[in-house]
């Protein structure tokens, strides 16, 4: 149980294009869910947290305008990096905890985006 | 403010060895205490947690961890390192799950 999907896995865009990468929970629900960063050979960054049904709380540093954040339902979060340019390019990995369970986030596969 | 710190960005045993992974936290409260493991490519999952109880928690792969207060440290150990044991290891802590805070991570390598 307790399986958190990504979708796409890997995503080339060119410069200037937005991206959308979805977030599911496959057999729980989550009225939280993570979105995290993580360059080559380092830590995860969170970016943001999204709740569903309001508006996401991003971190410190992070462009709200720039990394658009949707929970539109107790299973799916959505994250669009729009006007991506190459310094975008890194591992984006969500995250989510069950309603059912608090103590523990589960984590997706993670989407490598690369912008050429 | 809490902080996590993996002492030694790579480790390297032998298949059948004990492994060692060091992590020692900062915490102004009671910690929730996670590793996680993560493979090439892939996002993280959960190895072990401490939230309250028994303070050596045994997660999956054989690897457990023992939460010492007094050390402010969660070390994380096997007694016999496999070979697909390699990976990547993460310790974090929380005091509550909503904000993880991660350690850089320490890079496993297990050779035959």
């Known amino acids: 149980g307790a399986v958190v999907s990504q979708h796409p896995s890997r995503v080339i865009c060119k410069s200037g294009t937005s991206v959308k990468i979805e977030c599911r929970s496959l057999?729980?629900?989550?009225?939280?869910m993570f979105w995290y960063r993580q360059f080559p050979k380092q830590s995860l960054m969170l970016m943001a947290t999204?709740?569903?049904?309001?508006?996401?709380?991003?971190e410190q540093g992070v462009e709200k305008d720039k990394f658009l954040i949707n929970h539109a339902s107790l299973t799916l979060s959505t994250l669009t990096v729009t006007s991506a340019h190459p310094e975008d390019s890194s591992f984006y990995i969500c995250?989510?905890?069950?309603?059912?369970?608090?103590?523990?986030?589960?984590f997706g596969p993670g989407t490598r985006l690369t912008v050429l | 403010a809490q902080s996590v710190t993996q002492l030694g960005s790579h480790v390297s045993v032998s298949e059948g060895a004990l492994v060692l992974l060091r992590c020692n936290y900062s915490?102004?409260?009671?910690?929730?205490l996670f590793w996680y493991v993560q493979y090439p490519n892939q996002g993280l999952q959960l190895l072990l947690k401490?939230?309250?109880?028994?303070?050596l928690v045994k997660g999956i792969n054989g690897f457990e961890a023992e939460f010492k207060k007094s050390e402010t440290s969660f070390h994380l150990t096997k007694p016999s390192a496999h070979m697909s044991d390699a990976a990547e290891y993460f310790c974090?802590?929380?005091?509550?799950?909503?904000?993880?805070?991660f350690g850089t991570g320490t890079r496993l390598q297990v050779f035959p």
């Open positions: 915490s102004s409260v009671p910690p929730y």
């Open positions: 057999d729980f629900q989550a009225t939280t």
């Open positions: 401490y939230t309250t109880g028994a303070t």
């Open positions: 974090a802590v929380s005091d509550n799950p909503d904000k993880l805070i």
């Open positions: 995250s989510a905890i069950p309603v059912q369970s608090t103590d523990t986030q589960y």
């Open positions: 999204s709740n569903e049904g309001s508006k996401a709380t991003y």
